[in-house]
T-cell receptor, first 114, second 116 residues
Framework: DAKTTQPTSMDCAEGRAANLPCNHSTISGNEYVYWYRQIHSQGPQYIIHGLKNNETNEMASLIITEDRKSSTLILPHATLRDTAVYYCIVRVAGSGGSNYKLTFGKGTLLTVNP | NAGVMQNPRHLVRRRGQEARLRCSPMKGHSHVYWYRQLPEEGLKFMVYLQKENIIDESGMPKERFSAEFPKEGPSILRIQQVVRGDSAAYFC??????????????FGQGTRLTVV
């Protein structure tokens, strides 16, 4: 799986949009960008994933650049409960075989301030 | 639809004892993954199982650790003769086997093992 680079930490004011960047310059054509987050002492939570088109769900939006070498996770209206470590992971989609294991880096600690 | 259930949530063992961690996947999921998170570190993949089969155990320590996912019942991660270095949070995740479904991995809340 391609390697990702994320800032160590970020701050965001409550109610504002949180934009979390991720660089994945060695991404392959069949690799997706996944985002998970881990709120303190809890299990990781799936947020969103995408291949090349921008994606949106009830939790967040994912913007992938045209060359696919970077992406941004957007939490449109951050709340205090969004304080967590956010992981950007690049991997081939679908289950089966050793492709599936998720390689978690250090992620970005997002702190939402009141 | 209940999520991935892990028990116990907290487990304390003395050095040399055995630890058994259980994971019940989400309904309809037949793929299970175990991850370990040492204090102040990231999550590390341990093992990937399907019903009655170990698919990938490349992240498992060579000794004292074993995992199973029987035809009936939960997946079990077993640690024999625990040592203090085994103290960590152990997370289980599951996914659906059908590529046409949402095959994302959903994680449980983890078991926090403390070896005293």
């Amino acid at each position: 799986d391609a390697k990702t680079t994320q800032p160590t930490s970020m701050d965001c004011a409550e109610g504002r949009a949180a934009n979390l960047p991720c660089n994945h310059s060695t991404i392959s054509g069949n690799e997706y960008v996944y985002w998970y987050r881990q709120i303190h002492s809890q299990g990781p939570q799936y947020i969103i994933h995408g291949l090349k088109n921008n994606e949106t769900n009830e939790m967040a939006s994912l913007i992938i650049t045209e060359d696919r070498k970077s992406s941004t996770l957007i939490l449109p209206h951050a709340t205090l409960r969004d304080t967590a470590v956010y992981y950007c992971i690049v991997r081939v989609a679908g289950s089966g075989g050793s492709n599936y294991k998720l390689t978690f880096g250090k992620g970005t600690l997002l702190t939402v301030n009141p | 639809n209940a999520g991935v259930m892990q028990n116990p949530r907290h487990l304390v063992r003395r050095r040399g004892q055995e630890a058994r961690l259980r994971c019940s996947p989400m309904k309809g999921h037949s793929h299970v993954y175990w991850y370990r998170q040492l204090p102040e570190e990231g999550l590390k993949f341990m093992v990937y199982l399907q019903k009655e089969n170990i698919i990938d155990e490349s992240g498992m320590p060579k000794e004292r650790f074993s995992a199973e996912f029987p035809k009936e019942g939960p997946s079990i991660l077993r640690i024999q003769q625990v040592v203090r270095g085994d103290s960590a949070a152990y997370f289980c995740a599951s996914s659906h086997p059908d590529r046409r479904m949402n095959t994302e991995a959903f994680f449980g809340q983890g078991t926090r093992l403390t070896v005293v």
